[in-house]
């Protein structure tokens, strides 16, 4: 399922799938869009990059709000580091790392 959070953000919500196989799918879709260029007559092609955050529901999180929180932060980890990467957030650190 995939919803419009505002803005440029977008959340995409994968049923039994953990963190890892989360982290392969944001990374088939950054390098998707990665790989399109739109032409725009004689100056070139347009290419697109896409910055991910990724979080995995574990269990006693209080609501998908706290997973979407992770998954923002992780985004922006993803921003912060360069732009055009997939972040996992990883309950082992106090931050977003990236994979």
């Known amino acids: 399922m995939v919803g419009r959070l505002g803005g440029e953000e977008f959340a995409v919500l994968l049923s039994d799938a953990d963190g890892a196989?989360?982290?392969r799918?944001?990374?088939s879709l950054r390098e998707a869009v990665a790989?399109?260029?739109v032409p725009v007559d004689k100056?070139?092609?347009i290419r697109c990059t896409v910055s991910l955050g990724v979080c995995a529901m574990q269990r006693g999180?209080?609501?998908a709000q706290d997973c979407l929180a992770r998954a923002d932060a992780a985004l922006y980890a993803s921003k912060r580091n360069?732009?055009?990467?997939s972040t996992v957030w990883s309950q082992d650190h106090s931050e977003a790392?990236?994979?």
């Open 82 to 85: 360069g732009r055009n990467q």
């Open 43 to 45: 100056a070139g092609d």
């Open 97 to 99: 790392t990236s994979a």
């Open 21 to 23: 196989a989360g982290y």
């Open 35 to 37: 790989a399109c260029a």
């Open 61 to 63: 999180d209080a609501s």
């Open 25 to 27: 799918r944001a990374e």
